[in-house]
């Protein structure tokens, strides 16, 4: 990868971090926070396994960072209200 494109990576995935931190919350209200964390971190798992070691152009790179973007935005967001859902209260600042 280019050196003056590498330098960008890290904001294009935290950019797609945002929708992945956001849209992925309306799904666990419906469907609960531990089933969608479970299923975003199989997902962001095997987008690892699967494109980043093949992935040799820059577009195939950049696109794998906006799609780890996104389901790795999920994992951060979905983390804390699953801590949250199996502690007990006075215990939760210390989780």
């Given at each position: 990868?280019?050196e003056?494109?590498?330098f ?33 971190t ?10 980043w070691?093949p ?8 696109t ?6 996104f ?25």
């Amino acid at each position: 990868m280019d050196e003056n494109l590498a330098f960008y990576l890290i904001s294009i995935i935290n950019t797609a971090s945002i929708a992945g931190r956001i849209l992925p919350g309306f799904l666990a209200d419906r469907a609960g926070p531990f089933n969608i964390q479970i299923i975003f971190t199989f997902v962001m798992f095997i987008s690892v396994l699967v494109y980043w070691s093949p992935s040799t152009n820059n577009a195939a790179i950049i696109t794998f960072g906006l799609f780890y973007g996104f389901v790795s935005g999920a994992f951060i967001s979905l983390f804390a209200v699953c801590i949250a859902m199996i502690s007990p209260v006075k215990k939760l600042g210390a989780r």
